[in-house]
């Protein structure tokens, strides 16, 4: 039995629409990003690249955990700086490790998840969330520290559907996962974008991520060096020998698809 039901009901009233001009973002005086200008239309949106590209440091400036220069817009207005104003603004952000609190049950995990809304429309949220998570509903009482690391994040994404967001921003949700769980959190990120809730995902995982998603990124060492549509992008020569395993020179690079990504566009 699958964890999730076929179709979502706990997205947002419309799809986000968020443009990123120049921004940079680090840490104290060192700085990961540099210039960063991308867009995430509404559906699936992956950032890829590889370990220390920036990925996270990314999500993390957008979602207000850490100073960012530079512009982000929300449908045409300024993205606040302040988390829980961003989480009022309709963006949700499942982040690495999961961030559960363990010794609360499932169901506990959850309604934290919907701080934002109205007491009232609580439990309607939290029986939506047993509706598009059926296993969910026969853990209901389980503590969140005893599941393991693929139902753990089953609840994270639930939780972060909670608050209806119109944007939600998944950070490596696959990782550590059993191909199998793997398999089913990329096709439930594809089912929630296709539901109206448009999507943001940065995945190392690039062969499934680019199968599931409509655009991607490519960030390395705080830039970003290639971009297109996902399928362009996953027939892309020097894109695949650079992370997708094929065989590959020592001076092949990323930078270098860029130009390759180009010239394969003017003959789609």
């Not at 400036?61 to 989480?87: C, F, M, S, W, Y």
């Not at 970003?224 to 065989?247: I, N, Q």
Request: charged share 20%; aromatic share 4%.
């Amino acid at each position: 039995m699958m964890w999730h039901r076929p179709g979502f009901t706990l997205g947002g009233a419309r799809e986000a629409h968020l443009k990123v001009r120049n921004l940079s973002a680090g840490y104290g005086p060192m700085l990961v990003l540099r210039g960063i200008t991308l867009e995430v239309k509404p559906g699936l949106t992956v950032i890829l690249g590889p370990n220390g590209a920036g990925k996270t440091t990314l999500l993390r400036a957008l979602n207000g955990l850490i100073p960012r220069g530079g512009e982000v817009l929300l449908d045409g207005d300024d993205l606040p700086e302040k988390t829980h104003e961003i989480v009022k603004a309709g963006v949700a952000l499942v982040a690495e490790g999961r961030q559960l609190f363990p010794q609360m049950t499932v169901t506990e995990n959850l309604e934290l998840g919907a701080w934002l809304v109205p007491k009232a429309e609580r439990p309607r949220r939290i029986e939506q969330a047993f509706n598009d998570f059926p296993k969910l509903r026969e853990r209901a009482q389980q503590l969140a520290g005893t599941m393991s690391g693929g139902e753990q994040q089953m609840v994270a994404v639930a939780r972060a559907m909670m608050c209806a967001p119109r944007l939600l921003m998944l950070d490596e949700p696959s990782l550590g996962l059993a191909p199998r769980m793997v398999d089913e959190l990329l096709s439930i990120a594809r089912r929630i974008a296709d539901a109206g809730t448009t999507v943001l995902m940065v995945e190392q995982n690039v062969k499934k991520a680019l199968a599931v998603a409509d655009r991607g990124y490519v960030l390395e060492r705080g830039a970003l060096v290639a971009s297109g549509p996902a399928k362009l992008l996953a027939r892309s020569t020097v894109v695949r020998e650079a992370y997708l395993g094929a065989a590959s020179s020592e001076t092949t690079t990323a930078a270098r698809a860029v130009q390759q990504t180009v010239k394969e566009s003017a003959h789609v």
